[in-house]
């Protein structure tokens, strides 16, 4: 239910919520309800925004700016750890010898560039929205360590086959499968419905239609037969929307069971990534084109695809190889 709510005054719609047992109402200005409707949440949005312009005052009405998002949740977890360092400073403020304080702090506790350098960007990513929303005249420099390179490991098409044998649940079972068969992101093979499974056309629709936040790599796949045989199996036991369930509910998280099996059968490195990143190298390997497994993944952009896994193609740089023979 939402903080507020539309309501009328001598025939004007107005925007009503509750601080504490203090109730406030603010005019929209309009009789028409679709555009009082229309109105309202920039409105609510910017009339309980934080007044001030600490770090911590920005954070707050950034999440509030885009509650609802995914990015949001994760926030929650990173500003535990940047709040004690940049909460009471001015947004404005926040100089590059802060951000290398914090960086070694973290390094000191334990915690891997990788980890900073997305602690550090959603604070870059606060102070940016802050300056466009004109709430700061500014937004400084953070300095963050270099992003490092992608992990390189992929289980092969053996290793996938013992892994699944190795999981000790069906959600499991059916989760390996339903990535390493379609390539899909952790997110959204865990949020995959029953209603985006077109039985008749052998299809899956990783993104939904209805949810209209930015999803990277969500695309439209075929279903070989492996994964239609388990998902028509699934599909009779059904008891929610998710294709992935467990007892009754949906699944927010496989790291665990996955990294369990993974030990059972000598991988204990293996993720619910290396399914997609393995699916991606499996493709290069048949030789498939990379503008056909980037339509596969969901990249928007080929040269993603082209940098990754190219050298995985069995053709790849060997006319240029044979070249130079002497």
Not at 249 to 266: E, F, L, N, Q, R
Request: aromatic share 8%; charged share 30%.
């Amino acid at each position: 239910m939402s903080d507020w709510r539309i309501t009328r005054l001598r025939g004007e719609y107005c925007l009503t919520w509750h601080e504490g047992d203090i109730r406030r109402r603010y005019r929209l200005g309009t009789d028409d309800p679709k555009e009082a409707a229309r109105r309202a949440p920039a409105r609510y949005a910017e009339l309980t925004r934080p007044k001030g312009s600490t770090v911590g005052d920005l954070w707050a009405s950034y999440c509030l700016d885009k509650a609802g998002r995914s990015v949001v949740t994760t926030m929650g977890y990173t500003w535990k750890a940047l709040e004690p360092y940049f909460g009471s400073i001015e947004g404005e403020a926040v100089a590059v010898a802060d951000c290398r304080a914090y960086t070694e702090h973290r390094r000191k506790a334990g915690k891997k560039d990788g980890s900073i350098h997305t602690e550090l960007g959603h604070l870059r990513s606060v102070l940016a929205w802050a300056h466009r929303a004109r709430l700061i005249k500014h937004a400084p420099h953070i300095e963050r360590p270099s992003k490092p390179d992608p992990k390189e490991g992929y289980l092969t098409r053996s290793e996938v086959s013992r892994l699944i044998e190795a999981a000790n649940s069906p959600h499991i079972k059916l989760a390996i499968r339903l990535m390493i068969a379609t390539g899909a992101r952790n997110a959204a093979a865990l949020q995959l419905t029953w209603d985006r499974v077109d039985f008749k056309n052998r299809m899956i629709q990783l993104r939904n239609p209805f949810d209209k936040a930015r999803r990277k790599g969500r695309a439209t796949v075929p279903i070989n037969d492996t994964l239609f045989a388990a998902l028509e199996e699934a599909r009779k036991g059904a008891l929610t929307p998710y294709v992935v369930e467990w007892a009754g509910g949906s699944v927010t998280s496989i790291k665990k069971g996955i990294k369990t099996a993974g030990a059972a059968v000598g991988r204990p490195d293996a993720s619910p990534h290396m399914l997609r990143h393995s699916a991606a190298v499996w493709l290069a390997e048949d030789g498939h084109s990379m503008d056909e497994i980037a339509q596969f993944l969901g990249h928007e952009n080929s040269r993603i695809t082209f940098k990754t896994y190219a050298r995985y193609s069995p053709g790849y740089l060997r006319r240029l190889a044979s070249s130079l023979d002497v």
